[in-house]
């Protein structure tokens, strides 16, 4: 069984439309979202719309690959 994600005080993970996605770019990044293309971010911060809890904050590699065109987030198919 996988390990659990983080949760809010309200139980929302990130994969939840409550759960509001805080994108940090680095300098190429930017210059690529100036230019309309995607970047994979460095660095995001989940916080809740509802409790206005910060509940996750990550560097992993797999999670930032799916946030890449978001809002389109590619969910896994285990999530």
Same mark, same amino acid.
């Given at each position: 069984m996988p390990d659990a994600r983080p949760v809010c005080s309200c139980g929302?993970? @990130?994969y939840h439309?409550?759960?509001r996605a805080d994108l940090t770019h680095g300098g190429g990044g930017w210059l690529a979202l100036l230019n309309g293309m995607s970047s994979t971010p460095k @660095?995001?911060?989940f916080t809740c719309a509802v409790c206005g809890e910060a509940f996750e904050d990550t560097t992993d590699p *797999? *999670?930032?690959k799916q946030y890449?065109?978001?809002p389109y *987030?590619? @969910?896994p198919d285990d999530a």
């Open positions: 929302h993970d @990130r439309h409550h759960a @660095r995001i911060v *797999v *999670v930032l890449r065109r978001y *987030v590619q @969910r």
